[in-house]
Nanobody, 117 residues
Framework: QVQLVESGGGLVQPGGSLRLSCATSGNIFSILVMNWYRQAPGNRRELIAAITSEGSVNYANSVKGRFTISIDNAKNMVYLQMNNLKPEDTAVYYC???????????WGQGTQVTVSS
């Protein structure tokens, strides 16, 4: 199993930036893809960014051009750089993974992002 701990959320004004972090531990060598999801109140959890173990990335249209997912393999960390934030980006953000037999894995506690003036 892989353990996930998200951090870096907070309150930011529209147009601002935040960098979310996801610390991974456990059986990380089984991971094929790392993903960032978000869930706004009353909405389903949605997949917004993904990065494969080879570095290929993919984004939801709602965040493309504003968010960047990256991995630091030496630190076992996954990041989500979020720029030009909008009020509709307000949500709890979660990281998760896909391995050979689990997708997604157990959820962490998430980190709250609030975009408001």
């Amino acid at each position: 199993q892989v353990q996930l701990v998200e951090s870096g959320g907070g309150l930011v004004q529209p147009g601002g930036s935040l960098r979310l972090s996801c610390a991974t531990s456990g059986n990380i060598f089984s991971i094929l893809v790392m993903n960032w999801y978000r869930q706004a109140p009353g909405n389903r959890r949605e997949l917004i960014a993904a990065i494969t173990s080879e570095g290929s990335v993919n984004y939801a249209n709602s965040v493309k051009g504003r968010f960047t997912i990256s991995i630091d393999n030496a630190k076992n960390m996954v990041y989500l750089q979020m720029n030009n934030l909008k009020p509709e980006d307000t949500a709890v953000y979660y990281c998760n993974y896909c391995s050979g037999d689990v997708c997604p894995g157990a959820w962490g506690q998430g980190t709250q992002v609030t975009v408001s003036s």
